[in-house]
């Protein structure tokens, strides 16, 4: 199996103010995916889809090569997931849970259970509704990972959780991924977060799928280019994308350009352009780039220009 | 201070009254008493001209206070319909007869309630010698059309039985009970006859009529020591019965034969000899008892049924996405 | 599977299981204690009094049917069902897990009532022509509840949409229902409908009829 998750063509409406629109993305097995978006974007609602929460209008998804819904029984019994919100029955203690959960997988690691629940330092007797956030989220990570599952399905984890409990968390999924060789898949809104671990980004934005690409050329293509301009050039047929261009004070032009190689400042001299400097584009602020131009373009625009 | 007690004060002043000491007094103080009286029978008199006839039937009317016009028609019909199916067109007097029913202050309380209310129904042509009764009833007796018709059937059942005669009325002390359904009646009925546990008792519901004649209060026994009788009830609804299988004119004919026993009374009702009365009584009440437990066949069947049909049915809605 | 399901349902509902069998425990014991005056003339009145309590036994099973349901779908409602959704099992097998575990539920109610009834009846010496039906008064309450708990069952774990549907199709019901009554005041659907449901071979018609723990 070369693909944990696909979705082609997916469409789905929400509301008259909000839909997915023909998202097609691909999470290659062994994958650590982080699925990028600000909020409101539709992170949660792609893995609803996903996971057969939600049906979808149009388009077709395929988790651990079965086709949803009806290899879904089958596919969730590979996959760990931890959605964004508790979803555990309140009244049971934290060993109850282990116990139930426990009983619907046949792959369920009881002894490494309560190895985790000593790391995570959850007692069993605790009553779920007694527990706080992090605890919550570090009970809701173990069952998912004491499945032994394929694939990883985790929505906003780190959300609202002190740095230990961040660590804490960070620590077990590594773990967990070096021993199994696991296909992750994990949504948020804060970018660093993600750059640390995932080896793939997809970014989403307004129920559209932005860009998908490995993190390195995420990380590394973006890049901040200031130019001398002699003359207003257009960035048509460049072989990479403008994100922004910022015209400053004198001569001075300051693009944002994503998918950049060294060999392409050849583009430059070719029409004259004196590339004075490249600096690396923070992870944070080639996304916040990205999702502007996107945004604009979308909205009929040209790449967001602006002046200082 | 009400009608009632001041007719109450009346009469139980009189011993106190009538101590004085010379004749001349006591002729004064009984022209006081007689004087009295006649100020509660004119006032009775004056509340039940207070009343308004709502509705009439042929040989009946009805009156109400204000209280209870919005029942009175449909009392009526009811209590006309009841009446003919056990009397036919006989009244307990030939001058008719007229039954009040009243609730509001009674005489043994100090507080005043909201006044006096009645509901009257007349057998016309209601003469002097009509039979006549006014208790004093609770309000819950008047509620509605239902309950109100009750009263009245009980009322009229007593005044008809007081009618037969002295043997029919003491053989039946409790009067009939034509206030509760047939099936109530023949359901307790049943009971009384099959959970009788006298040797007679036992008798009768093996099949020995003279044992259901002497336990129903009609022959004598035969056998020493034949133990209990049954209730009252179980002789009003052989006189019931009877009245039933005899038809139009049962009632009628219930008189007959007069000086003979009570038997040959039931039976001259019935139209019908003493002994099969008493078995067509007898088998109808045995044919009443349960066959079977609460638990049946078919009742097992439809439970489990519709049982599986139900969980099919929520295997099916229990769709959440 | 069916294990843990039937270990989760008692630690939500272990209470309301205890309280309602306490009650059927009690039931056929009060109810034979409050009329029984031996044997001679009372016993007419004694059995139309049993015969009164005997509507507490279906009271009963729709009470204990619909706590019981209630409570076991919960905490599956409070989630929106996402538990549920993502356990590697078909949704209808979750919905029969739950159904099995809360029979399982019901036992305990069941078997109160038997232990009830036969505590009742056997304090008693019974005269000719009485019987006692403790254990088919028992069978009958069992069956009873077996029914209406699958009623309330299913309207418990109904999604939205099913509801939604039942309840638009019942107001179309007394459209229809105020329609025909105005063209023809002399038909009741209502009625019939209900007439239907009550009556032999109604699924209600059981629950009428004779529930006496004693009788002729």
Redesign the interface.
Do not use: C, F, Q
């Given at each position: 199996m070369s693909t944990a998750i696909e979705m082609k063509g997916l469409r789905y409406s929400a509301s008259r103010e909000f839909s997915i629109q023909d998202l097609t993305l691909k999470v290659p097995a062994g994958a650590l995916y982080g699925f990028l978006g600000p909020n409101g974007c539709g992170k949660t609602t792609t893995i609803r889809l996903l996971l057969g929460l939600l049906r979808p209008h149009a388009g077709t998804v395929r988790l651990l090569d079965r086709a949803l819904p009806a290899g879904l029984p089958d596919a969730l019994a590979r996959t760990g997931v931890v959605p964004d919100r508790p979803h555990l029955h309140r009244y049971l203690t934290v060993g109850d849970a282990l116990d139930f959960h426990g009983a619907f997988y046949p792959g369920w690691d009881d002894k490494w259970a309560r190895e985790l629940l000593g790391e995570f330092r959850l007692l069993p007797r605790q009553r779920i509704s007694k527990l706080s956030k992090g605890e919550t989220a570090k009970l809701m990570l173990l069952l998912a990972l004491c499945q032994m599952p394929e694939l990883l399905v985790l929505d906003e984890p780190m959300d609202g959780l002190d740095p230990v409990v961040r660590r804490d968390v960070l620590t077990a999924l590594l773990d967990y991924v070096s021993r199994r060789s696991a296909t992750v898949f994990v949504s948020s809104h804060l970018v660093h977060e993600l750059e640390r671990f995932c080896d793939w980004v997809g970014v989403m934005d307004r129920g559209r799928l932005v860009v998908e690409l490995p993190m390195e050329e995420f990380r590394n293509g973006n890049k901040r280019i200031r130019l001398a301009r002699s003359a207003s050039v257009e960035p048509s047929g460049a072989p990479f994308t403008l994100l922004a261009r910022e015209h400053q004070a004198g001569e001075v032009e300051t693009w944002a350009v994503r998918g950049w190689r060294p060999e392409m400042a050849g583009w430059f001299d070719q029409r004259g352009i004196a590339v004075r400097e490249v600096t690396d584009l923070d992870l944070e602020d080639g996304f916040v780039e990205l999702l502007r131009a996107f945004r604009a373009q979308h909205a009929g625009g040209e790449v967001p220009c602006s002046r200082q | 201070m009400s009608k009632l007690t001041l007719l109450a004060c009346s009469v139980l002043g009189l011993p106190a009254i009538v101590t004085a000491q010379d004749a001349s007094a006591w002729r004064d103080s009984a022209y006081r008493i007689t004087a009295e009286l006649r100020v509660v029978r004119d006032s009775i008199a004056r509340e039940e001209s207070g009343m308004e006839e709502i509705a009439r039937r042929p040989g009946l009317l009805v009156s109400a206070t204000t209280k209870y016009q919005p029942i009175a028609a449909e009392v009526l019909a009811r209590f006309d319909s009841t009446r003919r199916r056990w009397f036919g067109e006989a009244f307990p007097a030939a001058e008719g007869f007229r039954i009040v029913l009243r609730t509001g202050d009674r005489w043994s309380t100090r507080r005043r309630g909201g006044g006096e209310h009645s509901l009257m129904i007349i057998g016309l042509p209601d003469g002097e010698a009509a039979s006549r009764v006014s208790p004093l009833v609770r309000e819950s007796e008047l509620r509605g059309p239902e309950e109100a018709t009750r009263s009245f059937l009980d009322q009229f059942g007593r005044m008809m039985m007081g009618a037969t005669g002295a043997p029919l009325q003491r053989w039946i002390p409790t009067g009939i009970p034509l206030m509760i359904s047939d099936a109530a009646r023949r359901?307790?009925?049943?009971?009384?006859l099959?959970?009788?546990?006298g040797p007679a008792q036992?008798d009768c519901?093996t099949g020995v009529l003279a044992a259901c004649g002497y336990v129903l209060g009609l022959r004598e026994s035969a056998t020493p020591d034949p133990g209990?009788k049954y209730?009252p009830?179980a002789r009003a609804d052989l006189l019931l019965t009877a009245l039933d299988l005899g038809g139009p004119g049962a009632w009628d004919r219930l008189p007959d034969a007069p000086g003979a026993s009570i038997e040959a009374h039931l039976a001259a009702a019935a139209g019908m000899p003493p002994d099969s009365l008493l078995a067509r009584w007898r088998n109808g009440l045995l044919a009443l008892?349960?066959d079977h437990?609460?638990?049946d066949v078919?009742?097992?069947a439809?439970?489990?049924g519709?049982?599986g049909l139900?969980?099919i049915?929520?295997?099916g809605?229990?769709?959440?996405? | 599977m069916l294990k843990a399901m039937i270990r989760l349902q008692w630690k939500a509902c272990w209470h309301i299981v205890v309280t309602l069998s306490a009650a059927a425990l009690a039931l056929p014991i009060v109810s034979v204690r409050t009329g029984w005056r031996g044997t001679g003339e009372h016993l007419p009145r004694f059995l139309i009094e049993l015969q009164l309590w005997g509507l507490f036994y279906p009271a009963m099973a729709a009470v204990t049917a619909v706590v019981l349901a209630a409570a076991i779908w919960a905490s599956d409602r409070r989630g929106h069902h996402i538990y549920a959704l993502l356990l590697p099992i078909p949704r209808w097998r979750y919905v029969l897990l739950r159904y099995l575990a809360g029979l399982g539920l019901l036992l305990p109610v069941v078997l109160a009532l038997w232990i009830g009834a036969v505590i009742a009846t056997a304090s008693l010496d019974m005269p000719p022509g009485l019987r006692q039906f403790p254990h088919s008064l028992t069978a009958k309450f069992a069956l009873a509840l077996l029914l209406l708990f699958g009623l309330a069952f299913a309207a418990a774990a109904a999604s939205r949409r099913a509801l939604g549907i039942g309840f638009r199709l019942l107001g179309l019901f007394v459209a229809v229902h105020v329609a025909v009554i105005l063209l023809d005041p002399g038909t009741n659907l209502i009625w019939r409908v209900v007439s239907a449901l009550a009556t032999w071979p109604g699924p209600f018609a059981p629950l009428g009829g004779r529930w006496m723990l004693i009788d002729v």
């Open positions: - | 359901e307790a009925a049943m009971y009384a099959v959970t009788g546990d036992r519901v209990a209730l009830l008892r349960p437990g609460p638990l078919p009742t097992i439809i439970l489990l519709w049982s139900v969980l049915g929520a295997l809605i229990a769709r959440w996405v | -």
